[in-house]
C-alpha cells in the first residue's frame, strides 16, 4: 500500500494495521505525518484546548537494584549518594505544591529493596490524613512488581493495598520499549518483561483505576519494535480503556551505562505524531517538552498531542541523563496560546479544573526545577528505623539511625 | 479550525505545488491560521523547487576580536574562521582580518557586520567603501551580516557591496519578529539585487528575544521567509543560536542552510556526539542530503584532513 493511500486511510477514519503504521513510520514526509496527526487530535479535540496539570514530580528513592542501562538516576545499593526522602521532606514538597495551585504527587522511584510495602502504604496514609482532596499517582508498574517480589504478595493484593492506603492512579513509566528483545539490551527485562508491565496495568485498570502510558524510544529498539510497542498499548486500551494519556520520549544518553545519542527533534515528532495514528483509542497524548526542549515541547502540538503534560516544579531522572528545561505555568501558558489555543488546567483524569491559575492569583515565576535532595544532603530520615531493612548496607543504616 | 479553513489552506498549498507563487491573500491566510503544518508544507514544495534535497552547512570557529587567534592549524572540518566583536578603528578591523587570514590558511576568513563598519566609518559612503575594500584586500572573504532592520537606505548599501566587490554570508532580519518581521520580508523581496550580494536570509532574531521565541514563531517566520523572499537563494538557520532541534525542523519549514555548527566540541563529546557527526544525522534525518560547505558558500567534501579542503 503506497503512503497516500494509508493517509487516505487515515483521513476516512480507517485503523492501521502493523505494516501500514511501519510504512508511514519509514517513508511518509515528516510534514505529512504531521497534518495526519493533527486531523486526528481536531476530530478528538474539536474544541482547540490544550491542557496541562499542575503537579510535582517526586523520586522518593534513587537507590535501584535493577540497574537499567538506560538510567542515569540511580545509585546502587550501599552508595554514598543514595537516598530515601523522609515523610517530613515529602509533606514539605506538597506544601509547596498546594502554593502554586498543585493538585496531586507524581512519585516514583528505584527498586528500593529496604522500603517494604509497609513504608509505602504508611507514607500514602499519611499524605491522604494531612491532605484529603491531593491525589497520589505514585508507582510504575514495575515498582509495583518490584514490592510485589519484596512482599510475597500477587500482583492484585499489592495493588488493593496500595489503593486501600489511598493511591489514586498509576503512572505508566518504565515501559521502555515493550518488546523483550529491547528490554533484554536494555537490562530492564528483569524488572518487567512487556508481559508483565501490561499485567501489572491491566490489574491497575480492573482495580478501578486509571493510568497513563509511556514510551522511551531512540535507544537499542528497531522501527518496527517502536510500533509493536504502540499496538501492545492500544490492545490493552481497547480491553480496559485504563489509560488517560500517552507520553513518548526520547532516551536521554548523557550519564548513562548504555551511553551513545539522543534521537532528534524530527524524529520526536515523526514518533509523536505516529503515535496518534496508531493510539486512535487514545484520548489524549502529551508534549515531552521536558526531554525536547520548550520550542519542539509546543511544536508537538503540531504533531498531534494535545496537552502541555505537568508543570512539573521538580525532577530528577531527565536531568540526570542531561537534559534541563524549566517552564512555569505562565510559560506553558504562553506557548498554548502562541499556538492558537485555549489553556485549560486539569486533572490526571482530564476532569478540567478552569483556565491559568496564575492569572486569578499571585505565583510567584519559577525559572528552575527544584531536585528531591541538595547535593551533600545526606541525612536519614528517621522513620525509616521502624522498617526492616533487606540488604546488609540498609540494615547498617537502619542500626545507626536507631542509635541516634 | 473549521473545515472550511483547512479545505482553503489546503487549496493555497496546491497552488504553491503547482508553481503559482502565493498572493497577498494567501499569505494572509497562511499567517492568520494557527495551521502551522499548512504553512509548513508551502514553503517546502518551494524550497524543494530551488534546493532539491540538498542541506549544506557550515563548521565555524570563532575568532572574538582582542582574544588570541587559535594556534597551529585549524582543525579538518574547519569551513569558516569567523571574526566576532565590533571594531574600534578601520586600523583594528582589519588587522584582525590579516591575522585571521594569516592563521586560517586555505579557510575562509569572515566577519564583521555591515552597520558596524558604516558605524565605525562616521555614515560616510566613501569611507565606508574604503574600509570594505580594504577588507578585501586584506583577505575577508565575506562580510558576515547586513542587518536588514538597520538599513537606512538599501538600494545604496547594497550597490556599497557590489562596488566594492564584497558579498555579505548573509542578510538578517535583526530583532524583526511578528508583523514587523513579516512586513520587512516584504520589504526585503522587491530590493533589486539583494541576492546577489547577500549569499542568504537568516530570518531569525540574532538576539534572544525576551520573552524567548516559541517553536511556532520561529517555524512560522523561516517559512514566510521562504514563501515571501523569492529574490534570495537560500535560507538559513543558525545552530548555535536556535540550537540542534529547532534547526532541524526549520529544514522541513523551509530552510536549506545551517550556519554556525561549531567545530568545538569535535574532541571532548566523541566522535558520535560531535556537533560535525550530529549535523549529519540531523540532515539525513529530516530527509535531506547534507552537503558541507565553506565560508564562501563552495561545497567542500565530507572526508577529513586535507580532503575536506579539497573543494576549494
Ligand atoms: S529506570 Fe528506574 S528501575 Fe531502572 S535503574 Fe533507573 S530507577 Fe531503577
Keep these: 500500500m503506497s503512503v497516500e493511500s494509508i493517509a487516505s486511510k487515515v483521513r476516512s477514519g480507517g485503523r492501521l494495521d502493523r505494516a501500514e503504521a511501519l510504512s508511514l513510520y519509514a517513508d511518509a514526509p515528516t510534514l505529512l505525518l504531521g ?329 510567584p515565576r519559577r525559572t528552575e526545577l527544584a531536585v528531591a535532595r541538595r547535593s551533600g544532603d545526606t541525612h536519614v530520615p528517621a522513620e525509616l528505623a521502624q522498617y526492616p531493612a533487606r540488604s546488609r548496607p540498609g540494615k547498617q543504616q537502619r542500626d545507626a539511625v536507631s542509635d541516634s | 479550525m473549521s473545515e472550511d479553513v483547512t479545505a482553503a489552506l489546503e487549496q493555497v498549498v496546491e497552488n504553491v505545488t503547482n508553481g503559482v507563487s502565493p498572493s497577498e491573500a494567501d499569505v494572509a491566510q497562511l499567517v492568520g ?76 576568513v569572515t566577519g564583521f557586520s555591515f552597520a558596524d563598519l558604516d558605524d565605525l566609518s562616521g555614515h560616510n559612503v566613501g569611507r565606508l567603501a574604503k574600509l570594505l575594500s580594504a577588507l578585501r584586500e586584506a583577505g575577508l572573504a565575506q562580510l558576515g551580516e547586513v542587518s536588514a532592520e538597520g538599513l537606512q537606505d538599501p538600494d545604496a548599501a547594497l550597490a556599497l557591496l557590489r562596488d566594492s566587490g564584497l558579498v555579505a554570508a548573509r542578510l538578517t532580519l535583526g530583532a524583526a519578529t511578528g508583523t514587523v518581521g513579516l512586513s520587512l520580508m516584504r520589504q526585503v523581496a522587491s530590493w533589486h539585487g539583494v541576492g546577489e550580494v547577500c549569499r542568504c536570509l537568516a530570518p531569525l532574531p540574532r538576539v534572544a528575544p525576551s520573552p524567548p521565541s516559541t517553536g511556532y514563531a520561529d517555524l512560522r517566520q523561516v517559512a514566510l521567509a521562504r514563501l515571501l523572499v523569492d529574490n534570495i537563494d537560500s535560507i538559513q538557520v543558525d545552530w548555535a543560536l536556535y540550537g540542534p532541534k529547532l534547526a532541524q525542523v526549520a529544514l522541513t519549514f523551509g530552510a536549506d542552510d545551517v550556519d554556525a555548527v561549531p567545530v568545538a566540541g569535535a574532541k571532548e563529546q566523541g566522535w558520535r556526539r560531535s556537533p560535525g557527526e550530529v549535523i549529519l544525522r540531523n540532515i539525513a534525518g529530516a530527509g535531506f542530503t547534507a552537503v558541507p560547505r565553506n565560508g564562501r558558500f563552495e561545497a567542500v567534501d565530507v572526508g577529513t584532513g586535507s580532503e575536506r579542503h579539497a573543494g576549494r
Design chain 1, 35 to 363: 497534518q495526519l496527526a493533527d486531523t486526528i487530535r481536531r476530530r478528538k479535540h474539536p474544541a482547540r484546548d490544550v491542557t496541562y496539570i499542575i503537579d510535582r514530580n517526586v523520586n522518593y528513592t534513587n537507590v535501584c537494584v535493577a540497574r537499567c542501562a538506560f538510567c542515569a538516576f540511580y545509585r546502587p545499593v550501599g552508595s554514598d549518594e543514595g537516598y530515601v526522602l523522609g515523610f517530613d521532606e515529602l509533606f514539605r514538597k506538597i506544601d509547596e505544591t498546594l502554593a502554586v495551585g498543585g493538585v496531586q504527587v507524581l512519585l516514583q522511584g528505584g527498586h528500593n529493596p529496604d522500603l517494604p510495602l509497609e513504608w509505602y502504604e504508611d507514607l500514602f496514609r499519611a499524605i491522604k490524613a494531612r491532605y484529603p482532596d491531593f491525589k497520589l499517582h505514585a508507582l510504575s508498574p514495575p515498582e509495583i512488581l518490584h514490592l510485589s517480589r519484596l512482599s510475597q504478595e500477587p500482583v492484585p493484593a499489592v495493588v488493593a493495598r496500595l489503593v486501600a492506603a489511598g493511591l489514586d492512579s498509576v503512572p505508566g513509566g518504565g515501559a521502555e520499549i515493550l518488546v523483550d528483545r529491547a528490554r533484554r539490551l536494555l537490562n530492564c527485562e528483569s524488572k518487567a518483561t512487556a508481559d508483565e508491565w501490561l499485567s501489572v496495568m491491566r490489574t491497575v485498570h480492573q482495580a478501578g483505576l486509571r493510568s497513563t502510558a509511556t514510551m522511551m524510544y531512540g535507544s537499542v529498539e528497531r522501527p518496527d519494535e517502536r510500533i509493536e510497542h504502540l499496538y501492545r498499548l492500544r490492545e490493552l486500551q481497547d480491553e480496559t480503556g485504563g489509560f488517560t494519556a500517552f507520553i513518548t520520549w526520547s532516551y536521554q544518553p548523557t550519564n548513562t551505562e548504555l551511553g551513545g545519542v539522543e534521537a532528534t527533534g524530527v524524529e520526536y515528532l515523526r514518533t509523536l505524531a505516529l503515535s496518534r495514528l496508531v493510539l486512535d483509542n487514545f484520548d489524549n497524548l502529551q508534549a515531552s517538552w521536558v526531554t525536547q526542549g520548550g520550542k519542539v515541547g509546543q511544536l508537538s502540538l503540531a504533531y498531534g498531542a494535545n496537552d502541555m503534560g505537568s508543570v512539573m516544579i521538580e525532577e530528577n531522572v531527565v536531568r540526570a541523563a542531561g537534559a534541563e528545561f524549566c517552564m512555569d505555568e505562565a510559560e506553558i501558558v504562553r506557548n498554548i496560546e502562541d499556538a492558537g489555543f485555549a489553556p485549560k488546567r486539569r486533572t490526571m483524569a482530564y476532569d478540567i479544573l478552569g483556565g491559568p491559575l496564575f492569572r486569578e492569583r499571585d505565583i
Design chain 2, 33 to 108: 491560521s494557527p495551521d502551522l503544518i499548512a504553512l509548513g508544507m508551502a514553503a517546502d514544495v518551494v524550497r524543494r523547487r530551488r534546493h532539491g534535497d540538498r542541506v549544506t552547512f557550515v563548521q565555524i570557529v570563532e575568532a572574538p576580536l582582542g582574544a588570541a587567534l587559535p594556534e597551529g592549524p585549524l582543525p579538518a572540518q574547519t569551513g569558516e574562521l569567523r571574526v566576532t566583536g565590533r571594531p574600534e578603528s578601520d586600523a583594528v578591523a582589519v588587522g584582525a582580518i590579516r591575522a585571521a587570514v594569516a592563521c586560517a590558511g586555505v579557510v575562509p
